[in-house]
């Protein structure tokens, strides 16, 4: 198995990015919190102190160099490695979170975070390496293949269907149609940014693309899928809980990603085929536990969101009656419903 | 990567002996319950009747063949692919328990399923070709390497140090004593059942081994271990939870296998570096995958529970109070909690 050294490249270039993207969780919520304690409101009930406060901001730029970083990694690395990759980021905000933010991660968590390395691991030591590129009409030219216009006219008639049919009617009772309008067009926003970079990155090498349509019509693509995407993305984590969207778009996004560069760059194209069954277990496994992850911080936020509650903030308390009226539970304190929640499941 | 005939072999035994083991648990205790119901006295508490009951015979002989399925398998492949294949006798018998026997299989626990068959996948994908043996000499030869016998020296004087200073201790309050007691001999087991097996595979293919002592002397020690092994696994069954002491033991049991076998065999030589990487990933994921399937298990011996809601059975009323502690949301109707919550999270 040959390991290039742009492989090389786009694995560090993606590790960290994964390494940014996780901290400046940790980062901003510090932020937030520290704001939320010297103003007293919270960002959740329309508050905007946090813009003050430095330390919101050192997240965000700690964001956009892990968001910068994975898109330099993309030019580098097949998106076949470098998306799966992305699931380390929630590893880092889940590890720092336990460290910093006190917010003690679940045994089946530590699991989860092991299945995301040795899955990643396999990921990196079966990843395809790719055909140099030396303009952005070869692109042109991946993107114009038959099998890849079905893909993406698929794409588009999907994410049609679902925003004009079934986003007014159920949007906002099923999840998996917010989620599944920002994968879609994310599997695309990925193709472009590929593009795009690529064509970036020979520009800086002396070979300029800047001069072709081609290069700005992958820019305006990106800008559109982008757009659209972190629309639907907001709308989904607007109305439903984060710890549901997350690992539904992660496992769409990146499931489509892959296919649809599997489609475009041919990545499967002469690697056997234990390679490629390796690749996919190993993705799989990097799916599973990301999904571990972040099921079981949802068990866990009971018990974190008792430890940082501000005091003041809106919740609720509640007496439940058994089904002969008698007092089953009561919650005096003002805990947060999911709390109220955890405490009924647990409680019957 | 090549797949040898004899490996081919080993694999399909491992995974019919898996599949009968697996299914064994659920026959067993198909006629427990059939045992109790027509005497009214469980098995648990002292009742014998169950040896009456043809099923559970049956179940017995299932596992009988399981077992010698996987005795065979240990002759055709190394012990680093016959092994860590155990782990999907959980899976077989926790998905018919699902079926069979309506224990409702916890949905983290589907994803450690998922997880033992991909890591399962990737470790028989990688697994390393055997050398040819032609001898019981050949054996006796690889047993008789200073590495190994450091190996086996070592292995005795813990298991020595286990059970006579830390057994009476803390044998009954500390899990890993009698669980390490029989991983330790485990190992050794596994090395001498694989060393009976070859030689009597070469005897059955004309090439008789029982005219040599090291025949009988392996066979000697097969007795002697398994015996040790049994005897602290029933007492670790008897001290702790199942549910505790089958992944720990099957955790510290495939991985000293995985040691003994590749100390003695010599497994990863003539390997990448690469595949030897990819195999002990495989191998965590099928460990965390087991671990995952036996605490959920655990799990959803609560939720199940709740699952067959019957009608007059205690369910829970709420009343919600916001922060000023005015009433909120009042569910006055008997719902089930999960409702419960879904109005909580509406409401706020």
Redesign the interface.
């Known amino acids: 198995?040959g390991f290039g050294e742009d492989n090389l490249r786009g694995v560090i270039l993606a590790l960290l990015s994964s390494g940014f993207i996780g901290a400046s969780f940790i980062i901003k919520k510090k932020g937030l919190r520290r704001a939320a304690v010297s103003s007293g409101v919270r960002a959740g009930v329309g508050g905007y102190t946090y813009l003050l406060e430095p330390l919101w901001w050192v997240g965000m730029i700690t964001m956009i160099v892990g968001e910068a970083a994975n898109f330099i990694a993309y030019a580098f690395a097949p998106a076949v490695l470098v998306t799966p990759l992305g699931a380390l980021s929630i590893i880092v905000s889940a590890v720092l979170a336990h460290f910093i933010l006190k917010e003690r991660l679940h045994k089946?968590g530590i699991?989860g975070c092991?299945?995301c390395i040795?899955?990643s691991?396999?990921i990196v030591?079966?990843a395809p390496m790719e055909l140099p590129i030396t303009s952005v009409q070869e692109i042109w030219n991946m993107a114009m293949q038959p099998a890849f216009l079905l893909y993406v006219g698929s794409v588009i008639v999907l994410v049609f269907i679902l925003s004009i049919h079934f986003a007014p009617r159920c949007g906002h009772t099923n999840v998996l149609v917010f989620t599944g309008i920002c994968s879609l067009m994310g599997s695309l926003s990925v193709m472009s940014v590929k593009a795009l970079g690529t064509s970036l990155k020979l520009t800086f090498e002396g070979k300029n693309q800047l001069i072709f349509p081609e290069t700005w019509f992958f820019m305006l693509v990106v800008v559109t899928c982008v757009i659209i995407q972190m629309n639907y993305l907001n709308k989904a984590l607007d109305t439903f809980n984060t710890a549901i969207v997350s690992p539904i778009y992660y496992v769409m996004f990146t499931t489509l990603t892959i296919l649809a560069s599997v489609i475009m760059f041919k990545d499967w194209e002469g690697q056997?085929g234990?390679m490629i069954?390796?690749e996919i277990?190993?993705f799989?496994?990097v799916l599973?536990g990301t999904?571990?992850l972040q099921?079981t911080k949802d068990f866990e936020r009971s018990t974190s969101f008792r430890g940082n509650h501000t005091p003041?903030?809106?919740?609720?308390?509640?007496?439940?009656?058994?089904?002969?009226?008698e007092l089953?539970?009561y919650c005096d304190e003002?805990v947060p419903?999911e709390e109220?929640?955890l405490r009924?499941?647990e409680?019957?």
């Open positions: 198995m089946l699991l092991v299945m040795a899955g691991v396999i030591i079966h056997s234990g069954i390796s277990c190993g799989v496994v599973s999904i571990l099921v003041g903030s809106p919740s609720l308390s509640a007496r439940l009656y058994n089904g002969n009226g089953a539970k003002e419903p109220i929640c009924i499941q409680s019957y």
